[in-house]
Structures are given as C-alpha cells and as structure tokens.
C-alpha cells in the first residue's frame, strides 16, 4: 500500500474595498492633554476644614501626607516625596537646591483661589525632578472690572480637638484700569496632649499678609504682589527610652514677591510677557 496523502491547502486571497481619504487636514484639539489633571476650586479645597494647604491637598486620589506634626508635612504623589513633587505658586517654583522638599504649609490657606495637581511624571513641562507629579497652587485673582467695584470678606473658622482656628480679611477695589487687594489673617493650634502633659513644641503659631495690586495702560499690563508668611512652634520633639528630646522650632517661613508686565500682542507684533519673582524661605 502507497503512503497516505495529505489534503492540500490552497492560498487565498482577500482583496479589502479601497478606502478614500477625502481631507487629510488634522484639527487640533485644544482641551485634550496627555497627562492627568486635577483641579480644585476654593469651595471643594475647603470643604472640609483643612489647616493647612497640605490638608486640603489630602483629598486629592493619589496625593499622601508625610506629616512630622499638625502643620509640617511633605506631598507624596504615586509613591514619590521629598524633591521628586514640584510645588508651585502661580507657576513659581518653591523647591529650592536645598533638597529634601518642600512645605505646602507656607501657603497660607486663606490666601488659595485654587489647586492644581498633575500627577505622573511632569520632567517635560517644569524639569528633571517632576517624577511623582506637579502640584501647582493659584493664588492670584483678577483685580480688573467693567466698573468700579469694592468688596470685602472676613472668614473665621475652627475645630476640636486641637483648639485650632483661624481668622483672616481682604478687602478688594477693582475698577477698570487699575485694583488693588489687601488681606492677612492670624491661626493657631493648640500643643498634643499625652497622658503625661503638653508636648511642647508641637502647636503652630501663624500669621499671614498679602498685597496685590495691577495697572493697566493700552495694551500693557502691570502685576505685582507681595505676600509674608511666618509660622512659629512648630515640629514634634524626639522619643528616646521614654524621655522627650526637647528642641527649639521657633520659625518657619516664606516671603515672596512677583512682579509680572505683559503687552498683548497686534498685527506683526507677538504678545510680550516678562516675570520677576524672589522668595525667601525661612527655617
């Protein structure tokens, strides 16, 4: 008997309908973005009685405290601190060549029109070390109005435990050339309680103050801002075989200053925009 045979296969071919581009052109599409961003508005930062700006940030998906006390406290965003989170103030860098990171607490809350948060790696759009994520932090509001317009706001708030509150006020007159806008505001909370006494230097002591004032001349605009930020008291001591290691936190701090002078642009001419800003953090 001959070897078995194998059926054959024979090729086939699939022949597809032709496909017409009938416009090539590709329109842009301005509110996509290829990273993730979340934003909150005063009223959702502040919903819930944060102390500190960090507090607020906590409510964020993703976003962690590292906290050494009830005011100091380090942004953890998909497992990254320190000098891997960028913190910015209206654009502006607070995280200095010092290292270690920074403090979202030397904003003062009452001071924060809103919060931005970029998590993921941010290394293209502010630098190399914008690894875990960006958390950006607005500040700024417009001083300009179709008509002259004054208006004031005194807030006061707090909470137990902690004894912790808060009291600030802004006044704001805004017209159609120029505005100016003033405010400050003093908090504190009150030293932990153990079964043994006060802890010291475990309470927080603040007090801010901000001016801000624009201009505007033709197609020229003029910003500038001044804001101070001290915090006093702050930290938790050390625990060593039972004893407290008492040390001294007697200040922590930021003063900033920003000045911005944009031209809007027409015909030929491109739109011109310069920033000047100088910060001095305290420890």
């Known amino acids: 008997a001959g070897a078995p045979t194998r059926p054959s296969v024979a090729d086939t071919v699939t022949q597809l309908p032709p496909i017409n581009v009938q416009d090539a052109r590709r329109t842009p599409v301005t509110d996509r973005e290829t990273s993730t961003r979340v934003r909150m508005d005063r009223a959702t930062a502040t919903r819930f009685l944060p102390q500190t700006v960090g507090d607020a940030l906590a409510t964020v998906p993703g976003v962690e405290l590292v906290k050494t006390s009830p005011w100091a406290s380090q942004l953890s965003i998909r497992g990254m601190t320190g000098d891997r989170v960028v913190l910015m103030v209206d654009g502006v860098r607070m995280n200095t060549v010092r290292g270690h990171g920074v403090q979202p607490s030397l904003v003062a809350l009452d001071n924060v029109a809103s ?6 790696a941010g290394s293209a759009h502010v630098g190399s070390d914008a690894l875990g994520g960006v958390v950006n932090v607005v500040t700024q509001r417009n001083l300009f109005a179709d008509q002259p317009r004054t208006s004031a706001m005194v807030r006061a708030r707090g909470s137990e435990p902690g004894a912790a509150y808060s ?9 159609p050339r120029a505005g100016i806008e003033v405010g400050g505001g003093i908090g504190s909370t009150d030293y932990l309680t153990s079964a043994e006494g006060r802890i010291p230097d475990s309470g927080m002591r603040e007090e801010n103050a901000l001016v801000h004032g624009a201009a505007r001349a033709g197609a020229a605009t003029l910003d500038a801002e001044y804001s101070h930020y001290p915090a006093r008291d702050i930290g938790l001591p050390g625990f060593t075989g039972g004893a407290v290691i008492e ?9 900033a200053s920003r000045v911005e002078l944009s031209v809007k642009g027409s015909g030929a001419f491109p739109e011109f925009r310069v920033l000047g800003s100088h910060q001095n953090l305290s420890t």
């Open 115 to 120: 919060l931005e948060v970029l998590p993921g």
């Open 247 to 255: 040390g001294s936190y007697p200040l922590q701090g930021r003063d």
């Open 167 to 175: 009291q600030s006020g802004r006044l704001r007159i805004a017209g």
